[in-house]
C-alpha cells in the first residue's frame, strides 16, 4: 500500500568520501528522531547509495562504504523513522557514482567538445565524473541496489538522483545515433539520442520496480521539471521541484515551476535547501525567516515541502538546522488543513516558450513573464501546448511563441470564442514572422533597424508611465497598425550607435516626432500586441515601466478581474480553492530579497546570492474577490479569528490587518 504523501520533508544528502573515517560512529536513533521532532519533520529521504559509489547498508550487489562503522546506517534511519510516525524514502544515485567511474571508465560519458570532455575523463578532477546510462550493465546495477533495498527495507519511495542529458559520444551512443540515423558530429544529434537513452532508463528502471510494487513512489532527478514534455512523468509517481534559490535558481524559479505542475495532474513537492548557498555546503546556515518564507511560498502554491539537508560524517544530526527547519514547518504544519486537495484559481495562463521550443535556452523569457505576472499579482497558470486553453480568459504568449500550423488553430480558435490574447515580439507570428498567424489588423515589415528605440503611451493606459518616451533595450519588430488601436507609440533614435557616429555615453538621444512606419502596442478587439520582447527585456533589465506596459495591456483585455490585491511588487499571492471543504484560500507573502555576495564555490559557483533576513510587518492589506454569494465566514489559518469583511455588488472587501511573512486568509463558502 502506497503510504502518505508527506507535506514536512527533508532531503537528507550523504554523500561521503572514503577517505573520512569513522562514518556513522556517532549515529543515534534517538537523537536522530529528536531533530526530527525539533524540526516539525514527516518525511526524510535516506540514502542507501552516494555519489562516492558507496552503499549505507550491507549490500551484496553493491560496495559498502569501507569505513562505515554503524554496518547498517540506512536501516537504523527507516527504523528510527518509522517508530516515530516518519516516512523514509530512500536515495540512489545514478548518473554520478564515482567508485563505479573508477572502476568502469569505458562507462563515462564523453562529451562531444575536447574542452568539456576533460570533467569526465581526466581522472584528476576534483568532481564527479557522469555515467552514461547507455550502458545495459550499468542500468542492471541500479536496478539491483533498488530490488536490494525494496527487500531488505520498508521504503516509503524511491529517490533516483542525476538524469541527466548529456551530448554523450561514447561508443554506445555512437552506436546509437549511426542505428537511429542521426550524425555525431551535431550536438542537437548527440542530445537528441541522450534523451532517448534517459527516456529508455526511465521506462526500464519504473517498470523493474513497480513490477515488484506497483505502489512504490519513484522520482528520477534532473534538477529541473521540463515543460512541454509530458511523456516524462507516464515513469513518475510525483514530482520533486529542485529549486534552491540561492544556488542559482533564484526566487522566481520555484513559483515558475509550480505554476506549471499544478496543471499536470500530479502530486508535488518543492525543494529548497538550509544551506546558505547549495547543496554540498557543510556550516552553511540559512535564516530562519527565509525558510519561514520558502517553506510558506510552496505551500501557497500547493505544494508539499522539502528541505535540503546534509548528515555529518558522523551521523551525527545538527540541531541548530532542525531548529531552522522547524521554524519554516511550524507554519506548514499549521497550514496543511487549507492545503491538501487544493487546486489554483487562475484566470490568466502563460504558454511556456520552454515548452513551445522544448529549450530550456529560452527559461528566462518564461522567467522574465513569470516575473511580472507575480509583482502585479495576478493569479495564473503556466501551461504547455497540450493544456485545456478554453479553461482561461487571457493567454499570454511571450515574445517568441510562434505558432504553426496546428497551435495557430488552437490559437484562433480559442479567439473565436471569446478568449482573449497578449502577445509580444515575434509571437502570434508565423514561424518565418512575415506575418501574424492569429486575426490582427497589422502589417508586419520585419525587424526594425533600430537598437534601442523608445516608447510612449498613450494617456490612460497605466496610471504609472510617463508622459515621456522612453527608452527599450531590445529591438522592437517592425508592426503597423491597419485598422487597429494603438496604445503606445513609437520614437526612433537618430541613428543607431556605431564608431562612425555615437552621441554621449550610452545610446542616440531621440527624434522628436514620432516613428509614422511602426507601432509599439495595439489593440484589436481581444488580442494586445508588444512589439518587443518585453518579457525577456524586463529579466535582462529591470525596468518598472516596461511592467506598467504589461499592466496596461492586461487592464485593457481584462478590466474586471475575479481578484485583486494590493501589495508592495515584492509580495507574492495565490488564491486556492478547496473544493471538497467548499473553500478558498488567499495566500499573501512578502519578504525582503536582498542580492548580497556571491556564492563562491560547488553547485551554483559565481551566482549572486539572494538573502531573507529581516522581514517587516505589512498593515492594512486590501483585497478585492468576486463571489456568487456572501461567504458564511473569513479567518486566518494561523490564528482562526474573524478577519472583518463587507460583501456587495458580488464582491468580498477584506483587509487583512497585519502580515509577517505570510496570511492565509480562509474563506468559507
Keep these: 500500500m502506497k503510504s502518505q504523501f508527506r507535506y514536512r520533508q527533508v532531503h537528507l544528502d550523504f554523500h561521503t568520501s572514503e577517505h573520512i573515517p569513522d562514518v556513522g560512529a556517532q549515529f543515534d536513533k534517538k537523537q536522530f528522531a529528536e531533530a526530527l521532532t525539533v524540526g516539525n519533520v514527516d518525511s526524510i529521504t535516506v540514502f542507501a547509495v552516494c555519489h562516492h559509489g558507496w552503499a549505507y547498508y550491507p549490500t551484496k550487489v553493491g560496495k559498502a562504504h569501507p569505513n562505515l562503522k554503524n554496518k547498517d546506517l540506512l536501516g537504523d534511519m527507516i527504523d528510527a523513522c518509522h517508530a516515530n510516525g516518519v516516512n523514509a524514502p530512500v536515495y540512489i544515485t545514478v548518473q554520478w557514482n564515482e567508485r563505479v567511474a573508477r572502476e568502469h571508465p569505458e562507462w563515462r560519458v564523453v562529451k562531444g567538445d575536447a574542452a568539456s570532455q576533460q570533467s569526465d575523463l581526466n581522472q584528476l578532477g576534483a568532481g564527479w565524473h557522469s555515467l552514461c546510462l547507455s550502458n545495459d550493465e550499468y542500468v542492471d546495477l541500479v536496478i539491483a541496489q533498488a530490488h536490494e533495498v525494496m527487500d531488505m527495507y520498508k521504503a516509503d519511495g524511491l ?13 554506445n551512443c555512437i552506436e546509437r545515433m549511426k542505428k537511429a540515423g542521426l550524425d555525431p558530429n551535431k550536438k542537437e544529434d548527440r542530445l537528441a539520442n ?13 517498470g523493474a520496480v513497480h513490477k515488484k510494487d506497483p505502489s512504490m513512489r519513484i522520482f528520477h532527478n534532473s534538477g529541473h521539471i521540463y515543460k512541454g514534455e509530458r511523456e516524462r512523468w507516464q515513469y513518475f509517481t510525483h514530482l520533486e521541484l529542485e529549486s534552491l534559490p540561492t544556488a542559482g535558481w533564484g526566487y522566481d524559479h520555484f513559483p515558475l515551476s509550480a505554476r506549471y505542475a499544478n496543471t499536470l495532474g500530479m502530486e508535488y513537492l518543492g525543494m529548497t535547501g538550509k544551506f546558505h548557498t547549495s547543496w554540498g555546503e557543510f556550516g552553511g546556515f540559512k535564516r530562519p525567516a527565509a525558510l519561514e518564507y520558502e517553506c510558506a511560498l510552496m505551500t501557497s502554491l500547493g505544494a508539499r515541502s522539502s528541505v535540503g539537508d546534509q548528515l555529518h560524517p558522523s551521523g551525527k544530526m545538527d540541531m541548530d538546522t532542525y531548529k531552522t527547519i522547524g521554524a519554516g514547518y ?10 491538501i486537495g487544493s487546486t489554483p484559481c487562475s484566470e490568466i495562463a502563460l504558454l511556456s516558450a520552454e515548452a513551445v521550443f522544448h529549450s530550456r535556452e529560452h527559461e528566462s523569457i518564461d522567467m522574465g513573464a513569470a516575473r511580472i505576472l507575480n509583482e502585479l499579482h495576478l493569479m495564473y497558470d503556466v501551461i504547455d501546448m497540450d493544456e485545456d486553453f478554453s479553461k482561461y480568459k487571457l493567454i499570454v504568449l511571450p515574445d517568441i511563441c510562434t505558432l504553426d500550423d496546428a497551435l495557430a488553430k488552437k490559437v484562433n480558435a480559442y479567439v473565436k470564442k471569446g478568449g482573449k490574447l497578449l502577445l509580444s515580439g515575434t509571437s502570434g507570428m508565423k514561424p ?4 501574424f498567424a492569429v486575426d490582427m489588423r497589422a502589417k508586419v515589415l520585419g525587424a526594425s533597424e533600430f537598437n534601442p528605440d523608445y516608447v510612449k503611451a498613450v494617456s490612460g493606459l497605466d496610471d504609472s508611465l510617463i508622459e515621456s518616451p522612453f527608452v527599450m533595450y531590445a529591438a522592437a519588430q517592425k508592426v503597423k497598425a491597419a485598422g487597429a488601436d494603438v496604445l503606445a507609440e513609437v520614437y526612433n533614435p537618430y541613428f543607431n550607435r556605431t564608431w562612425e557616429h555615437f552621441c554621449s555615453h550610452q545610446h542616440t538621444p531621440y527624434k522628436t516626432e514620432r516613428s509614422s512606419e511602426n507601432d509599439a502596442i495595439i489593440m484589436d478587439g481581444n488580442i494586445v500586441y508588444i512589439a518587443y520582447p518585453i518579457f525577456k527585456t524586463y529579466y535582462d533589465r529591470g525596468q518598472p515601466l516596461y511592467k506598467y506596459l504589461v499592466r496596461g495591456a492586461i487592464n485593457k483585455l481584462l478590466p474586471d478581474r475575479e481578484l485583486s490585491v494590493k501589495l508592495p511588487s515584492s509580495g507574492r499571492m495565490s488564491f486556492m480553492e478547496q473544493k471538497e471543504k467548499n473553500r478558498i484560500v488567499l495566500h499573501l507573502l512578502y519578504a525582503e530579497i536582498q542580492p548580497r555576495g556571491e556564492s563562491g564555490a560547488g553547485w551554483g559557483r559565481g551566482v549572486k546570492m539572494l538573502i531573507i533576513e529581516d522581514v517587516n510587518e505589512l498593515h492594512r492589506i486590501p483585497a478585492e474577490i468576486r463571489l456568487e454569494k456572501k461567504p458564511s465566514r473569513v479567518y486566518s489559518a494561523y490564528t482562526k479569528n474573524d478577519i472583518p469583511f463587507t460583501y456587495e455588488n458580488g464582491k468580498a472587501k477584506i483587509t487583512v490587518d497585519t502580515m509577517y511573512i505570510h496570511e492565509a486568509v480562509v474563506i468559507e463558502r
Aim: charged share 30%; with cysteine.
Design 159 to 171: 529517490f533516483f538522483d542525476i538524469l541527466i542529458a548529456w551530448d554523450c559520444c561514447c561508443r
Design 194 to 206: 541522450h534523451r532517448t537513452v534517459i527516456m529508455d532508463y526511465y521506462k526500464r528502471v519504473t
Design 330 to 339: 511550524s507554519r506548514v504544519k499549521a497550514l496543511e488543513e487549507y492545503a
Design 432 to 435: 518565418d514572422a512575415s506575418a
